[in-house]
C-alpha cells in the first residue's frame, strides 16, 4: 500500500511541473521528428515546390504572383531573406525546419485545450498522443501547412473555450487565417461562430 501511495504522490509532484513535461515531450517529439526526416531529399508533397517559389518571390519582394493563400509562403519568405542558400534542397530543409518548429509550438496549445476538458495527467496524455501521432511527425516533416493550420485551429478553438469577451476577436482571427491557410479552414471559422452564438 505504501509503494501506491508514493508512487501516486511522485507523480503528482511530477504534474506540478507541469512546463517541464511540456518541455520534455516537445524535445522527444522534436528528436523523433529529426530522426525521420530524409534532409537530402526533396519533400514528397508536390505542393513544397509551389510554396518555394511562391515564398522566393515574396522574400524579392516580387508579388506578381499573389495568391490568396498567401500565410504559408509569407511566412516561409521572411526566413528565406534571413538565411540565403545555394541550393533547392537547403531551402526545402529550411521549410521542414520551419514547419517541424510550428508542430512542436502547437503540442502545448493541445496541452492548454486538453486542460479545458481533462484533469492535468490526461491533458499531458492528450499532448504525448498528439506530439507522438505518426500522421502529425510526417505532415510537419513534408514541410506543407498542415502545422501552421492545426497551430492556427486549435489556438482559434482555445480562445474560443476560454469564454472572455476580450478573447473573442483572437478566436476569430485564428479562425480566418486558419481559412487562409486551407481551404477547409472554413469549417473552424464556421464552429467559432457557432461557439460564439
Known amino acids: 500500500m505504501q509503494i501506491l501511495e508514493l508512487i501516486e504522490k511522485k507523480l503528482d509532484e511530477i504534474q506540478k511541473k507541469e512546463y517541464l513535461l511540456i518541455g520534455i515531450i516537445m524535445i522527444v517529439g522534436l528528436i523523433f521528428r529529426i530522426i525521420i526526416t530524409p534532409w537530402n531529399l526533396p519533400s514528397v508533397a508536390s505542393d513544397v515546390v509551389i510554396f518555394f517559389i511562391e515564398a522566393f518571390n515574396f522574400s524579392n519582394n516580387n508579388y506578381e504572383f499573389f495568391n490568396p493563400r498567401f500565410l504559408w509562403p509569407f511566412l516561409l519568405s521572411i526566413f528565406f531573406r534571413i538565411f540565403e542558400f545555394n541550393s533547392y534542397i537547403e531551402y526545402v530543409n529550411l521549410i521542414r525546419i520551419v514547419s517541424i518548429g510550428l508542430s512542436l509550438i502547437t503540442i502545448p496549445v493541445v496541452y492548454l485545450i486538453g486542460k479545458k476538458f481533462f484533469e492535468k495527467k490526461y491533458s499531458f496524455l492528450v499532448a504525448s498522443f498528439f506530439a ?46 486558419s481559412f487562409d491557410t486551407r481551404v477547409n479552414g472554413i469549417v473552424i471559422l464556421m464552429i467559432i461562430l457557432i461557439g460564439y452564438s
Open 132 to 177: 507522438f501521432s505518426i500522421q502529425i511527425i510526417e505532415n510537419s516533416t513534408w514541410g506543407i501547412t498542415e502545422p501552421l493550420f492545426l497551430l492556427l485551429a486549435l489556438g482559434s478553438f482555445y480562445f474560443m473555450l476560454n469564454y472572455n469577451s476580450k478573447y473573442t476577436i483572437f478566436s476569430f482571427i485564428l479562425a480566418s487565417l
